[in-house]
C-alpha cells in the first residue's frame, strides 16, 4: 500500500516538473517568432562552374525543393538561387539578414545581381568565417543592405563534408539579433541543466558508491555534448577546429551509448529480468563504434545512415526493456518508460521538422534539447527515488543524500544567479534595440507626415470645390442679367426723352451725374471680368490640388503623366515667384498605371528641390530655367526634370537619396525627401538616377514601367 501512495506522489511530482517545463518551451517556440519569414521553395544544383555567369545564362537551377533542402553528402559545390522579394510577409527594411540553419556548413558564398544583371561576390560566411567568432551564431548569416540598388535575386555557394539539410530565413535586423539572443539563452540554460545533473548524479555516486551514477553522469554529459554539437555551439565552447567539430557529433554520440547500455543495464536490472538478452545490448555500442571508425575513414554518408539505424534499434530496445520490466513491477522502469518518452517525442518532432511536416523556423534543434534535459531530469529523479529507498535501510545514506541534496541546491542556486544576469544583459540588448525601433520610427513620423499632407490637400480641394463651383456658374447667368437691365434703363432713357416733363428729366440728369452712370457701368463691367478670372484661377488651383494629391486613389490605376506634372506645377507657381522659366517637351506617353498620388509626390519633391537651388544659389547671368522632357521606349516613360542651376559634386551625388542627408542649412531639411521618392519609385518597379555637373545643372531622370504586373 505504502509503495503504491509513493508511486502516486513521485508521479504527482512529475506533472508539476511538466506543468513548469512544457509552459515554458510553448512560449519560446510560439512567442520567439520573429518579423521574418523561411523559404518556402528553392532551386539548385549541383557542379563545378567555370565561369560564374554561365549561372544566368545557361539556367541550371533546374532541381527544386520544397521548404527545405536535404540532399545528403555533397562533393561537388551546391547552388541555390533565392528570390528574395517572393514571400508575401516580406517588409523591405534598411536592414536585414539572409541566415542558413544549419551550424554544419563549412563554406558558404554569397552572389548578388547589380543593376546590370551581372553576378558579384558579396561575402562569405560559415564554420570557418570570422563572423561567427564575433556573434558566436553557429549558423552562416549575411547582412543585406536593402538601400543598395540590387536585383531581387542572390545565389549561394555551399560547401559540406557533412549531409547537406538546411533551409533558409530571411529576417529583420533587430528580430535576427533578438532570435540569436534567445537561441544562446536556451542553450545556456540547457547546457546550464545538464551540468548541473551531472555534477549532482557524481557527487551521489561518490556518496553511495554505486556505479549507476556514475555510467548515468557521464551519459548525461555526452548526451549534451552531442546536442550541442548538432546545434553548432560545440565549435565555440570546445574548440574552433573545423575538423575536430564534425567528428565530434557522431563522436560525442558514440561516447554516449558507451555509458547509456551499461547504466540501462543497471537501472532496469536486465541481469536479473532479461539474463539471456544481457549481454546482446553490447552489440549496440560495437555498431555506435564502428560508425565513428567509418567517419574517420572519411564514409560520412554511411556513418550517418549507421548512425541512424543505431538510434532506432537503441530506442526500440530500450522501450521494450522497459515495457517487459514494468510488467514485472519494478517501479523504477515506470521512470524510465516515461523519460525515454521524452526524448523520443522530441526525436520525432525533431524528424517531422527535418521532413517539412513540422516547421519549427530557428528552434529546430530545441525539441531534441527539451527532449534530452527532461529526460535527464526525470531519470535523474527516478535515481533520487532509489536514494529514498536506500534511505529506509541506511541512515548514513540518508545523510548522505540530504547532503548531495544540500550541495546540489547550492549549485542550482549558482547556476540561477548565473541565468539572472543574463537575462539582464539580454534585457539590455533589448533596450536598445527598442530604441533603435523609435529611432527608425521618427524617420517613418516624417513620411506620414507627407501622406496627412495629401489628405489634407484633398479635404481642403473638395471643400472648396462646390462653393467655387457655385460662383463660377453665376458668373455668366449675372452678366446676362445686368445686360438686361442695363438694355431695359437704355428703353426706359429712350422713352422718358420723349415723355417726361422737364422738370423730371432735369431730376434724371442730376441723379445721373451724382451716381456717374457711365463710370458705374464700367466698373460693374470690370468687376464681372475680374471675378471670373479670379473663379477660373480658383478652379484651376483647386483641380491641381485634387488631381496632385489623388488621395482617393489607394489603387493601381491608368493615369496620366502630364496632368500630374501640370499639377504640381501649378501647386509651386508661387514658390516661383515668377523668377523661374518653366519649359516643357512633352513626347506622346500611354497610360501608366501607377499611385498616381505617390508619382505626384515625386515630382512634387525632386521639382522643389530644383527651384530652392536655382533661387537660392543663382548663377550670375544665367535666366534660372526648368526643363520638364517626357518620351516613350520599350514599355518604359522617361521623365526628365532639368535644371541650369548650380549643380551637385560627387560626393553629394553618391549620397543623395541616403536618409537624413541633405546639404540644406539646419532646420530648413530633414534629408527624408528624395529617400522618399527613391523608394517610391522602387515600389514601382521603376529606376531612379541623377546627372549634375557643376555650374551647369543636375537632371532627375525617372523610368516607369508601363504596366505593373
Not at 260 to 272: A, D, G, M, S
Amino acid at each position: 500500500m505504502k509503495k503504491h501512495r509513493d508511486l502516486k506522489n513521485a508521479l504527482l511530482t512529475l506533472f508539476l516538473i511538466l506543468v513548469v517545463t512544457v509552459p515554458i518551451i510553448y512560449y519560446l517556440v510560439v512567442f520567439g517568432s520573429y518579423d521574418g519569414f523561411t523559404f518556402q521553395s528553392y532551386r539548385y544544383f549541383l557542379g563545378e562552374v567555370q565561369d560564374i555567369e554561365q549561372l544566368v545564362e545557361e539556367g541550371k537551377f533546374k532541381n527544386f525543393a520544397e521548404k527545405k533542402i536535404n540532399i545528403g553528402v555533397i562533393d561537388q559545390p551546391l547552388w541555390v538561387k533565392l528570390d528574395l522579394h517572393s514571400n508575401e510577409n516580406f517588409i523591405p527594411q534598411n536592414y536585414y539578414y539572409l541566415e542558413i540553419n544549419s551550424p554544419t556548413v563549412r563554406s558558404v558564398e554569397l552572389y548578388r545581381f547589380d543593376e546590370q544583371g551581372n553576378l558579384f561576390l558579396i561575402d562569405q560566411a560559415g564554420i570557418l568565417s570570422h563572423k561567427r567568432e564575433v556573434l558566436k551564431n553557429p549558423n552562416p548569416y549575411f547582412l543585406l543592405d536593402n538601400n543598395m540598388n540590387f536585383g531581387q535575386s542572390c545565389i549561394l555557394k555551399i560547401h559540406s563534408n557533412l549531409p547537406v539539410e538546411f533551409d533558409v530565413s530571411l529576417s529583420p535586423e533587430h528580430a535576427f539579433y533578438e532570435n540569436n539572443s534567445k537561441r544562446i539563452v536556451i542553450v545556456s540554460a540547457y547546457f546550464g541543466i545538464m551540468i548541473a545533473l551531472f555534477l549532482y548524479n557524481l557527487i551521489l555516486f561518490f556518496s553511495v558508491k554505486d556505479r549507476v551514477y556514475l555510467f548515468y553522469c557521464f551519459y548525461i554529459l555526452f548526451i549534451a555534448l552531442a546536442q550541442l554539437a548538432l546545434s553548432g555551439h560545440a565549435y565555440f565552447i570546445l574548440w574552433e577546429n573545423a575538423w575536430l567539430y564534425e567528428i565530434s557529433i557522431i563522436g560525442f554520440t558514440t561516447l554516449s551509448s558507451l555509458f547509456v547500455i551499461p547504466f540501462v543495464q543497471l537501472f532496469l536490472k536486465t541481469n536479473v529480468y532479461l539474463p539471456k538478452y544481457d549481454k546482446y545490448l553490447y552489440l549496440i555500442v560495437v555498431s555506435y563504434v564502428l560508425a565513428f571508425a567509418l567517419r574517420m575513414m572519411g564514409y560520412v554518408e554511411v556513418s550517418y545512415q549507421l548512425t541512424d539505424l543505431n538510434g532506432l534499434i537503441l530506442s526500440i530496445s530500450f522501450i521494450t526493456i522497459g515495457v517487459y520490466v514494468a510488467r514485472k513491477g519494478d517501479r523504477s522502469a515506470y521512470f524510465f518508460l516515461l523519460a525515454w518518452s521524452f526524448l523520443l517525442f522530441g526525436l520525432v518532432t525533431f524528424i517531422l521538422n527535418n521532413l517539412g511536416l513540422v516547421d519549427l523556423g530557428a528552434y529546430a534543434n530545441l525539441p531534441l534539447l527539451a527532449g534530452t534535459a527532461i529526460e535527464a531530469l526525470l531519470l535523474s529523479f527516478a535515481l533520487a527515488d532509489k536514494i529514498n529507498i536506500l534511505k529506509q535501510e541506511k541512515e548514513r545514506e540518508q545523510h548522505d543524500k540530504l547532503e548531495a541534496l544540500k550541495e546540489n541546491e547550492r549549485l542550482i542556486k549558482e547556476q540561477n544567479i548565473y541565468l539572472e544576469e543574463m537575462v539582464k544583459s539580454r534585457t539590455k540588448e533589448l533596450e536598445q534595440t527598442l530604441k533603435n525601433l523609435k529611432d527608425t520610427q521618427t524617420q517613418l513620423v516624417n513620411q506620414e507626415k507627407m501622406a496627412s499632407l495629401g489628405q489634407l490637400t484633398a479635404g481642403i480641394a473638395h471643400e472648396i470645390n462646390n462653393p467655387i463651383n457655385f460662383v463660377s456658374s453665376n458668373i455668366s447667368p449675372l452678366k446676362r442679367d445686368i445686360k438686361d437691365i442695363l438694355e431695359l434703363m437704355d428703353l426706359y432713357k429712350e422713352k422718358g426723352e420723349e415723355e417726361f416733363s422737364e422738370d423730371s428729366k432735369s431730376e434724371i440728369s442730376e441723379l445721373e451725374e451724382d451716381l456717374e452712370v457711365d463710370y458705374l457701368i464700367t466698373e460693374i463691367d470690370q468687376l464681372l471680368a475680374g471675378m471670373e478670372d479670379g473663379a477660373k484661377r480658383t478652379v484651376e488651383i483647386v483641380r491641381g490640388l485634387k488631381l496632385f494629391s489623388r488621395i482617393d486613389e489607394q489603387d493601381v490605376k491608368e493615369v496620366d503623366i502630364h496632368d500630374g506634372l501640370d499639377s504640381t506645377l501649378i501647386l509651386l507657381n508661387n514658390s516661383m515667384s515668377g523668377k523661374i522659366n518653366v519649359k516643357k517637351e512633352y513626347g506622346q506617353l500611354p497610360m501608366v498605371e501607377c499611385l498616381a498620388g505617390k508619382i505626384n509626390q515625386v515630382f512634387m519633391n525632386i521639382m522643389g528641390n530644383a527651384i530652392h537651388a536655382m533661387l537660392d544659389h543663382p548663377v550670375e547671368g544665367r535666366e534660372p530655367e526648368l526643363t520638364i522632357k517626357t518620351t516613350s521606349e520599350d514599355g518604359h516613360i522617361l521623365v526628365e526634370i532639368r535644371d541650369n542651376g548650380p549643380g551637385m559634386p560627387q560626393h553629394v551625388r553618391d549620397k543623395i537619396f541616403e536618409p537624413f542627408f541633405t546639404t540644406k542649412p539646419v532646420g530648413k531639411g530633414t534629408g527624408l525627401g528624395l529617400s522618399i521618392v527613391y523608394t517610391i519609385v522602387e515600389n514601382h518597379h521603376g529606376i531612379i538616377w541623377v546627372e549634375s555637373e557643376l555650374n551647369k545643372g543636375t537632371s532627375f531622370i525617372i523610368k516607369l514601367p508601363v504596366t505593373q504586373n
